[in-house]
């Protein structure tokens, strides 16, 4: 039973930046994309990045640029840098691994809250 945690969020000021962390309890087939997932308070949770197993990335358009997203199959964890950070990016950050349609193959974890406030 995979079990991801997130880490890395924290109170940073307008144009900072993160690394948030995903770290898988096991072993995570490198077929499988990771992604990058958020949710605002009163909003739905929204893809925000996402990796195949063969490196491909694909971005939020209000991230691309700023965020980079990143995997090491060895350590079973990916990554999310994100770099100029905004106000409006302020969130909770999920990870997850997506199924060949795009669908969370995992349960949510508790996430890492990110802020972004002057």
């Known amino acids: 039973q995979v079990q991801l945690v997130e880490s890395g969020g924290g109170l940073v000021q307008p144009g900072g930046s993160l690394r948030l962390s995903c770290a898988a309890s096991?072993?995570?087939?490198?077929?499988?994309?990771m992604g990058w997932y958020r949710q605002a308070p009163g909003k739905q949770r929204e893809l925000v990045a996402a990796?195949?197993?063969?490196?491909?990335?694909d971005y939020l358009d209000s991230v691309k640029g700023r965020f980079t997203i990143s995997r090491d199959n060895a350590k079973n964890t990916a990554y999310l840098q994100m770099n100029t950070l905004k106000p409006e990016d302020t969130a909770v950050y999920y990870c997850?691994?997506?199924?060949?349609?795009?669908?969370?193959?995992?349960?949510w974890g508790q996430g890492t809250q990110v802020t972004v406030s002057s």
């Open positions: 997850n691994v997506r199924a060949i349609n795009g669908a969370p193959m995992l349960g």
């Open positions: 096991g072993s995570i087939n490198s077929v499988y994309a």
């Open positions: 990796i195949t197993g063969g490196g491909r990335t």
